[in-house]
């Protein structure tokens, strides 16, 4: 189990990288990670969602996701609190003071999943969250120590230098921890090191010296990290300003903003400037497109829209000639209503939509889940992603359907085919799909995107591998 002192130190990455190098060693492998909480989902073949984290990792291994790769997923929808997904369903809404009091009745479903993921495989590298050293989180832990205390799993602790101060990170967190929590890990490792590795020699030892346990490197930033599919929202500022010149793509960075994976191929296009437009600055009047990509609320994010005066500068912007795409909850955002008899986003309301396609949405309890591929009837080309939403869309512009998927019409356009929307996520990873629909905004698009990130896969593994101790973290690992 990869634990690290704190968020963002490179877990997940890291995981994905040692994952590849095992699987180049032959082993058969699979990831886990008890907790996430993040609003950029993937839907599984068995018919849930987990983190998109654990779905990289998945891909890492050269196996479908599966639900049992992230048994608890928290996807935030307020300030305090967030959707409980239990083993890929739906299991209810808590806020975080009563989910810190319950977490561990979720412990069962935590150990059946890593129990049932261990009988397909080898090896399980684990990712933990957060860091263990929040001693106030301890009580009823299921993401780090209390879930590797239960199931008997040595730790390796990753410490951040690029943040400074890594070796009060992992010693620090050795002083916090409790006696049977200390003695589950079994190593440390220092990431996202620049410049000269020797000069952080000194700085290595002492922390063996202080803390007792062997290093397993001391791992230099990896420059294509960003290749990579961003995990959570909080990666996408640094991935919009990487992109290219040319066509402008404006994307409004809502509160609630939720599956953002299709950002991660069109930042990759060098004829795209794939911009994120921040609370405070006005949608910028060169775009040539604005996407507008999932929410966890629509609601509660259409209203936000409002307040920033983007609805304004949408309008604007579609009298000039600009084209408009929502996915999802952007694809309700885009209709003239929305209603929620069923309370399902807050009290039961209904309120007007942009009106800029003629549909109407009403939320239901039913949450659809599913991987879907089909055709983009305008171009003629293949296109595969999923559906991840609550609610039914319909109306007068749904006759003119934006995909055809698995033989049904999806989504809707206006009459002059200049505002689009639909419900599913991914899309933009289809490559032949994403060349054609850009095509009309000048850009000749060449990128293999998928053939890219397994690329960047393989030389995380050679990386990792050449700054990792892999054969001692092997040799650590327990038969559990």
Request: glycine content about 12%; some cysteine.
């Amino acid at each position: 189990m990869i634990q690290g002192t704190g968020s963002n130190v490179g877990k997940s990455m890291i995981v994905a990288g040692l994952i590849r190098a095992c699987v180049k060693r032959g082993i058969n492998v699979r990831p886990f990670k008890p907790q996430n909480m993040s609003n950029n989902a993937a839907v599984t073949e068995d018919g849930g969602e987990i983190g998109r984290a654990q779905a990289l990792q998945a891909l890492a291994a050269g196996v479908a996701p599966h639900t049992d790769m992230n048994p608890i997923l928290l996807k935030p929808q307020s300030a305090t609190g967030a959707q409980v997904i239990v083993q890929g369903q739906i299991a209810g809404h808590q806020e975080a003071s009563a989910f810190g009091k319950s977490k561990a009745s979720l412990m069962p479903a935590v150990l059946q999943s890593f129990n049932r993921l261990a009988r397909t495989c080898d090896l399980i590298i684990v990712e933990g969250a957060g860091s263990p050293a929040e001693t106030n989180l301890r009580a009823g832990d299921i993401a780090n120590m209390g879930f590797a205390t239960q199931a008997g799993v040595p730790v390796i602790l990753m410490g951040d230098i690029d943040r400074g101060g890594v070796i009060a990170q992992i010693v620090g967190t050795q002083a916090v921890l409790d006696a049977a929590d200390r003695a589950m890990i079994k190593g440390f490792s220092v990431n996202k090191f620049r410049g000269d590795r020797s000069l952080f020699d000194a700085g290595r030892d002492d922390i063996a010296r202080r803390t007792g346990w062997p290093s397993l490197g001391v791992i230099p930033w990896f420059q294509d990290a960003h290749r990579l599919p961003a995990e959570d929202v909080m990666d996408l500022p640094a991935r919009a300003r990487s992109g290219g010149s040319g066509c402008v793509i404006a994307v409004p960075r809502l509160p609630r903003i939720s599956n953002t994976d299709d950002l991660d191929p069109l930042a990759a296009e060098p004829g795209v400037d794939l911009r994120l437009i921040m609370p405070g600055t006005p949608l910028p009047a060169d775009a040539d497109l604005v996407l507008m990509v999932g929410s966890k609320a629509t609601i509660a994010d259409l209203a936000a829209f409002r307040a920033e005066g983007w609805d304004i500068d949408l309008a604007a912007h579609i009298r000039r000639g600009g084209r408009v795409l929502g996915l999802c909850g952007g694809y309700q955002m885009l209709g003239k209503r929305i209603a929620d008899p069923h309370g399902i986003e807050g009290p039961p309301c209904e309120v007007e939509g942009l009106g800029h396609l003629d549909v109407e949405t009403v939320m239901a309890p039913v949450k659809h889940l599913s991987v879907k591929s089909g055709t983009h009837p305008g171009t003629g080309t293949p296109v595969s992603g999923y559906e991840i939403h609550l609610g039914e869309t319909t109306g007068p512009d749904c006759v003119r359907a934006w995909l055809d998927i698995d033989g049904r019409p999806e989504g809707a356009a206006g009459r002059n085919g200049q505002v689009q929307g639909c419900y599913m996520h991914g899309l933009f990873g289809s490559d032949l799909f994403r060349s054609a629909y850009l095509a009309p905004m000048g850009v000749q698009s060449t990128l293999d995107f998928s053939g890219g990130v397994e690329n960047t896969l393989d030389a995380l593994a050679a990386h990792v591998e050449s700054y990792m101790d892999v054969d001692l973290l092997l040799s650590l690992a327990a038969d559990v």
